[in-house]
């Protein structure tokens, strides 16, 4: 089924340790962003990638870092996790950047 | 600065038609999603709108006023599967998306 990959769907982790959520799409889309969301909050922008080989940051980018190697994979890398970045991360892909966003199930992420 | 504003909280009877507001202040535009979300799952695409007007799609309908800085999602014949937050989110220059709070959006039998 097309669509849009998130794992771990859930992970409790101790502070300090380094985590990487894995996000994979394959619609080919071109642009693939990363959102946190935390009750009565919006979705952040955390970081984003118009096309393989670029990143860029969005709103909330402190504490977390991303690759786009290639079309498919979007990972977030969580150096050092802190108890503030207890939330439920969203992978989203769109074909362009000024296309329809199409979420992953989330990874529902705390830091203890 | 740009600030996305919807409703925290909405109820409305089976059947009925419910509009949910959002107003947008951004100095560039370029679109105005809304998104539906259940308890516990992904936003998903309901509709877009970057020009001023109406746009039908089913039993959901979207409005837009760009003089107004202003859009409502309105839903008709509710039904209980309707229950969920509506995400209102703005375009903005740079292509990417401002998020309202979202509106959670009861229905009642």
């Known amino acids: 089924i097309a669509g849009i990959t998130q794992a771990p769907t859930s992970q409790i982790l101790a502070a300090g340790r380094r985590m990487t959520l894995r996000c994979t799409q394959d619609?080919?889309?071109?642009?693939m962003y990363w959102y946190r969301q935390d009750l009565g909050l919006g979705l952040r922008l955390i970081h984003y990638?118009?096309?393989?080989?670029?990143?860029g940051k969005g709103e909330v980018p402190d504490g977390y870092s991303v690759s786009r190697a290639n079309t498919d994979d979007f990972p977030l890398t969580l150096a050092s996790a802190v108890p503030s970045q207890t939330s439920v991360y969203f992978c989203?892909?769109?074909?362009?950047?000024?296309?329809?966003?199409?979420f992953g199930d989330g990874t529902r992420l705390s830091i203890l | 600065g740009q600030n996305i504003d919807q409703p925290t909280e909405m109820t409305a009877t089976e059947g009925a038609i419910v509009q949910i507001n959002c107003t947008y202040q951004?100095?560039?535009?370029?679109?105005l999603f809304w998104y539906q979300q259940h308890a516990g799952e992904a936003p998903t695409f309901l509709s877009y709108?970057?020009l001023d007007g109406l746009e039908e799609k089913g039993r959901f309908s979207s409005f837009l006023s760009r003089s107004k800085g202003y859009s409502y999602l309105l839903l008709k014949e509710l039904q209980m599967k309707d229950s969920a937050s509506y995400l209102c989110?703005?375009?903005?220059?740079?292509?990417?998306?401002?998020w309202g709070a979202g509106t959670k959006l009861i229905i009642k039998p």
């Open positions: 989110a703005e375009m903005d220059s740079n292509y990417q998306l401002i």
């Open positions: 709108n970057v």
């Open positions: 989203a892909s769109s074909e362009y950047d000024n296309q329809p966003q199409h």
């Open positions: 990638s118009n096309t393989a080989g670029t990143t």
């Open positions: 951004t100095s560039g535009f370029n679109g």
């Open positions: 619609m080919r889309h071109n642009a």
